[in-house]
């Protein structure tokens, strides 16, 4: 892994300011300030912004604040969102045909282009325009197309397995839907999507 | 919103000690070191862990490490995970339909004890056991059954409609669905859930 002295925190925040900039400038306005900027995004302040930037060269034009489209157009290029990025997606269940139908990837160029389950009923269906491959073809897939990216939406008792699998096909990086903590070899990035925490922190905040 | 002096970062990685907790513990390691604690939870120090703990008292035995059962009801009650919470559901698409089948929920003590949506195709059907309520009857539904948090899965267009309706219900936590920042009362809690952006972070570390 390059870069590593930029801080996990940092590249978090990073699609939401992306989000952010795209908003902002969608909606026209073409210069912002740090706490305009900030405003909408729940937990982060005006300092987080400046000091998270500066990783990546000088943003903010004096007495004018930050220029919306270059931003977007920086983060972009920073999160290297200009190239369409390949996704294989393993487990077509609920969550699954949820993410094969979600819009908003290919908007941001990631595409699934390879789709995986065990359930011979489901193998051989097509859902969100893409056919469901037998779990057996994985690693063959997966070279094939050379695919880096893979999406594990199986139930917990399965996800380090499938984990296995695709990190020995090539995967590079992982988003795990699992609840499950996923064992990797250190040159591959997990990100976890993990709903129930989410809850929980929710939770937390909540009076009573 | 009480206890605003510990971060949002401790608060963030309390649902990952809490799973990790569980499984060390249910693995049967009674005791462990915070280096092995953190082993499986990419991003986190064990300084992190360290710092994190100490905002809610003495954790760690000294020579003995971590006693992974203590540590998993301890972090239940700061999370408030002993009783049940019910939770509403906007939104009965693809992702809705999936979060409604989701087992882990319960598991955590969440209850989706009411789903709404607006096209009248789904409504009266059930799903996951729960009958889907056309969405003009949200405000009643929500106050009648105290129900104190919120999922939102509405397509991005129309989650700030949505947000504002659960809100004058008297919602106070939200779980966000839809890819966009939403505008609430500041004694509102979001918790975005966005899967784009982890995958846009994964980009990030990808190579090439």
């Not at 210069?31 to 305009?36: A, N, T």
């Not at 500066?54 to 007495?63: A, C, E, L, R, T």
């Not at 997990?190 to 939770?203: G, H, M």
């Amino acid at each position: 892994m390059k870069k590593l002295k930029i801080p996990e925190e940092t590249i978090e925040r990073l699609p939401l300011y992306l989000r952010r900039s795209k908003e902002l400038s969608g909606n026209g306005e073409d210069f912002v300030s740090s706490q305009e900027f900030v405003e909408k995004l729940p937990g982060i302040s005006s300092d987080n912004l400046r000091k998270d930037l500066s990783f990546f060269g000088n943003f903010g034009v004096k007495g004018q604040g930050y220029n919306t489209n270059q931003l977007l157009s920086r983060l972009r290029s920073i999160l290297k969102l200009q190239a369409d990025t390949k996704v294989a997606l393993i487990g077509v269940g609920n969550l699954g045909s949820a993410l094969l139908t979600h819009k908003e990837f290919s908007r941001w160029g990631f595409m699934i282009t390879a789709a995986f389950d065990k359930d011979p009923r489901v193998v051989g269906s097509q859902i969100g325009g893409i056919s469901i491959q037998p779990i057996q073809g994985l690693n063959q897939t997966i070279q094939n197309e050379a695919i880096n990216v893979a999406m594990i939406a199986v139930p917990a008792g399965e996800a380090q397995s499938v984990a296995n699998s695709v990190v020995s096909a090539g995967v590079k990086g992982i988003l795990n839907f699992a609840p499950v903590l996923l064992d990797v070899p250190q040159e591959v990035q997990v990100e976890q999507v993990d709903i129930t925490s989410k809850l929980k922190e929710l939770n937390y905040y909540l009076e009573g």
